[in-house]
């Protein structure tokens, strides 16, 4: 499990506060095992601020007062805290302003087999306490709850994995795309895609895809035998026609004739059409930026995102991606999805039984969830609400407005079960040097060091290149790796 996949899964023990899983992963902590003694002794020696920080971030009883989490939504209801007559309510609100005068936090308390009767007369006693007193008690109760909630993800069953060599799993990978009926070309550009991000630690666009992938050829969806072609070039633009097959096939061709066009122009633009884009977006970007040239790519996908203010899906997760060369290190490569989380994400959580940030999706009655089974059959969400949606809409435009394919909501009337989804991708490929000058490649490198400097600062990029230079064995789930098996036919 990387730092992220282990910030989003413990992200929300402690309410609100994900810098306790941060402080633990940076710690050195084993991913693998239980974090309750290890969570507790970094809230404890975090500091009288940081503690009054984490416990101001708890909502008040009853859920009328503050925000609550899908965590504490379904603890309060537990313990019929969602279902207070008016005088128990106007108790609890009497009580909270007394007590947040007192102790400048709300009053916190694990639920748990409590009922309404002993929380209040718990709160009773509590707010007679003096400061020092009640936000040890506090923590406590914070540590309590945090045990109850680890305990519940843990009673899931462990996932088993098998370390397997990288030429066994690209065989395997290769075996299952011919079975499906994928040719020798079409099957080698797919494998060395999701090979690389296996390599790299990006499990969710890994060795994890290659069933869709298949599935999508089996369907007749996906074309396993197509000849992409270069349909319109005019100065610095480039189209291709990707012939019904998976985008990295396109890229075998279209990715060098990019570059060696921004190289003599100084800029270019791809835009490919007629393909099926089931992939991680840096590996277009990096193979631009190993050649000097700044990468920023694009494409839409299947309706899963719903706007901000709405709860229908209608945008794709839209993922996007940036990259800038380093000679001296590695390059700055960002890709992201618009949505809260990366789709593949959420199907990872789905499949192995953990639960969602809050505000990563709704249900399909439009409700918050982190269940992600239910955001899988909703929606999901955009990160930063508008901010996030307004840039799913901008993909949009260029995958579909600019390059001249289908938006989303269209892509939902083609698609199958396979999850592969048609649509266009565009590309962006820009020469620094021909345009800032033969030092600004090493001045912006230079920048990217002194910004790696600063105490805890990772720029994007460096996790995956990291496990790339460490080359530890692969280790995939062992259900998945038992799939790939009987895909190859082995």
Known sequence: MNRDQYIERYGAIYEHS???????????IDPTGDPKDAFCRIVDRAGREAQLALLRAHPD???????????SKAEQAGAGLDACSPEEFAEFQALNTRY?????????????????????????????????????????????????RLAAMHDKPPVTRTEVDADALAGLVTGALRNAGADEANAAAVCRTVMAAERDGSESHGVFRIPGYCKGLTNGVANGRAVPRRVAANGATIVWDGDGGYTPTTY????????????????????????????????????????GLVGLAATANFPYLAPAGGTSPILGTNPMAFAYPNPDGTPFVFDF?????????????ARD??????????DGEGNPTTDPAKVLEGAQLPFGGHKGSALAIMVELLAGGVVGDIFSD????????SGVPPGGVFVLAISPTMIGGEETIANASAFLERLGTQPGVRLPGQRRHRNRAEGKPLRVQTSLLTTLKELAGS
């Open 353 to 362: 039984g953990h639960a969602l940030p809050p505000g990563s999706g709704v």
């Open 18 to 28: 994900p810098w306790v899983p941060q402080r633990a992963y940076d710690g050195g």
């Open 61 to 71: 009883l009853a859920g009328r007062l503050g925000t609550l989490t899908e965590h």
């Open 410 to 417: 269209e892509a939902g009337l083609k698609g199958d079960a």
């Open 252 to 291: 075998e061709q279209a990715l060098p004739d990019l570059a060696d066009t921004a190289l003599d122009e100084g800029v270019a633009v791809l835009g490919v059409r007629n393909s099926f884009h089931f992939a991680a977006m840096w590996p277009e970007v990096e193979f631009l930026a190993e050649r």
């Open 337 to 349: 999805a618009t949505s809260a989380m990366a789709r593949g994400d959420v199907m990872l959580a």
């Open 100 to 148: 947040r005068d007192a102790f400048g936090h709300p009053f916190i308390i694990a639920v748990k087999g409590l009922g309404r009767a002993e929380i209040l007369d718990a709160f009773r006693q509590r707010v007679e306490n003096s400061a020092d007193a009640e936000r040890a008690t506090a923590l406590a109760e914070v540590h309590k709850i945090a045990g109850h």
